[in-house]
């Protein structure tokens, strides 16, 4: 059965809140981690099972060390006068590319190779089952993962503390049976509505950014238009 | 439209205003194409809300305008014995109190924003099968735009003093710095653009205080009017230049040994009360007659002009009280 990535239960009711990540890769598979993410994304549909008898690793801020953004703070201002100089390196495309992310999230995904989205189950389009995340939307996310060289790190939970997360920057997009109506648009950035996405066909199916890291947002809009139409 | 109330409009004026009339719809109908050329654009950028609720309220003061002309035309009634003059200092009033309001909400808005650290929102759009980034589009559209207030706003402004309509000369005067506000919108896009989320909330501040400072020039010129202050300029620089007249005019007559003047400006015509002190101890009503007609006829602005006999000037009229 495919195994993708680390799943992240969020905690139900009844379970005590302790998110608890079960890594799979072994020490000296995560050294190769590039390429291992080419060919488990490539090969969806195999198996990859993790590795079993290892203990349950924390999630903590240091197992990613590189956490939130240092790339979007290198892009702050210096003086007002670069502000002039941006306008007109940025008009004149010199180097600038526009949009640029705040935070660095796309930035970030490509350097780090790592996706985090979370899920929140929607009907078989995207089915959670354990561990286990998987459907057609699941697929959509990690091959667009994929595109920026990727692999996705799935987080499982509910809406609400999807965009929790998305707000603290723990998670780079969240994906589910979220529509066009959704109530999270003024705490997360939110996708044009796609109508043909794959198992919600016929649904303005939107998913959530964080707020504002508009490169990331347009490369997703991008794909998608390219993979499933506007 | 060839008079106001009971004021026949000279040539010059009925032209003035025909145009004006002409371009405050001309404005109207640019600026409703305009705010429906923003929403087909508007994003998360706190700049382009605020730039598009700007364009909304410099409606009022054209709709008040024109809405006001149909009421000043009026000749004076039983019911309204003075005309239906300061119906266009109510639309001024209305005017001035809207972009007040709206103005210092939008500033909280985006300093709430600013201090929130809210970033800002702009996706994509799809357009003839390519995917564009939305800001693009906000930034060709403000570039457009910006191009029509500055040939309605002289042209207004070229109108204004003919008129002496301060509705028609504060309009004016905004959307000749209307400019100033589409600029800002599109360095707060470019700021998304970049990176620099800060520069959107900063931009929409600076509209947003723009509004608010339009929005106390209005009332402000407004009250003053409507508690009748003495009648100034259409720009309110100076006292107008037509009490100085009045006043030179009366005293020019060999009845009259001085003479003072209150002058209050009704919207667009004046109230004229002339004291006179005669030389002798007796007044012809021929004389009070005919130097009530030469005020009359100075300026068409002249709409109620009574002349009051009196022993001792009125200090607030001369202007020996008080500033002058």
């Known amino acids: 059965m495919p195994r993708r990535g680390v799943i992240r239960r969020m905690p139900s009711l009844e379970t005590p809140r302790v998110p608890v990540v079960k890594v799979w890769r072994t020490a000296d598979a995560r050294a190769d981690a590039g390429r291992e993410t080419v060919r488990i994304l490539r090969r969806r549909g195999s198996e990859h099972e993790p590795t079993d008898g290892r203990a349950p690793v924390r999630r903590t801020a240091q197992r990613h060390p590189s956490g939130r953004s240092p790339a979007g703070r290198h892009t702050r201002p210096l003086a007002p006068t670069a502000l002039v100089i941006g306008c007109i390196l940025a008009l004149t495309g010199c180097g600038i590319s526009i949009p640029t992310d705040p935070d660095g999230t796309l930035q970030r995904v490509v350097r780090t190779g790592e996706l985090r989205a979370g899920a929140s189950p929607a009907g078989t389009a995207l089915v959670v089952d354990g561990d286990r995340v998987s459907g057609a939307l699941a697929d959509l996310v990690e091959e667009f993962a994929a595109e920026q060289g990727a692999r996705v ?24 049976e979220m529509t066009d109506q959704t109530p999270w648009s003024d705490r997360a950035s939110v996708t044009r509505p796609y109508t043909d996405l794959p198992g919600l066909e016929g649904r303005k199916t939107v998913l959530l950014l964080p707020l504002g890291e508009n490169a990331f947002q347009s490369a997703l809009e991008t794909y998608l238009d390219e993979e499933v139409g506007p | 439209m060839k ?25 109207i109908g640019y600026t409703a194409v305009t705010i429906a050329l923003i929403a087909f654009v508007l994003g998360g950028s706190q700049a382009m809300k605020t730039a598009w609720i700007e364009d909304m309220l410099s409606l009022i003061p054209q709709i008040s305008f024109l809405v006001a002309l149909l009421f000043i035309r009026r000749p004076p009634t039983r019911a309204f014995p003075f005309g239906l003059h300061r119906t266009m200092g109510v639309g001024h009033l209305v005017a001035g109190v809207a972009l007040l309001t709206v103005g210092g909400t939008l500033a909280v808005e985006s300093v709430m924003g600013l201090i929130s650290a809210e970033h800002p929102a702009i996706g994509t759009v799809q357009l003839f099968g390519r995917t564009v980034w939305l800001g693009w589009l906000m930034i060709a559209v403000m570039s457009i735009i ?43 896009v470019l700021g998304i653009g970049i990176g620099w989320w800060w520069l959107d909330g900063a931009a929409a501040l600076f509209i947003s205080v723009g509004i608010v400072w339009d929005g106390y020039r209005n009332a402000r010129a407004a009250v003053l009017d409507l508690i009748d202050q003495r009648a100034r300029r259409y720009d309110d620089a100076a006292p107008h230049p037509l009490i100085g007249r009045i006043v030179a005019e009366l005293d020019h007559e060999p009845w009259v040994d001085r003479s003072a003047v209150r002058m209050r400006d009704m919207g667009q015509v004046f109230h004229v009360e002339a004291f006179v002190v005669p030389t002798g101890r007796r007044v012809a009503v ?35 009280r008080g500033r002058a």
């Open chain 2, 3 to 27: 008079s106001l109330g009971r004021t026949d409009l000279p040539t010059e004026q009925q032209r003035a205003l025909r145009s004006a009339i002409r371009w405050e719809w001309f404005t």
């Open chain 2, 286 to 320: 021929e004389d009070l007659d005919r130097a009530r007609r030469t005020v009359s006829e100075l300026d068409w602005k002249m709409q109620d002009v009574s002349i009051v006999v009196v022993s001792s000037l009125p200090e607030e009229a001369t202007g020996h």
């Open chain 1, 153 to 176: 790190i799935w987080t499982v939970g509910s809406e609400e503390a999807l965009v929790e997360d998305l707000e603290q920057g723990d998670l780079d997009l969240a994906v589910g």
């Open chain 2, 146 to 188: 910006v191009i029509g207030p500055f040939i309605y706003g002289r042209a207004k402004a070229r109108l204004a003093p003919v008129l002496h309509n301060k509705v028609l000369y504060a309009d004016a005067d905004m959307s000749k710095a209307d400019w100033t506000t589409t600029v800002a919108s599109i360095v707060g």
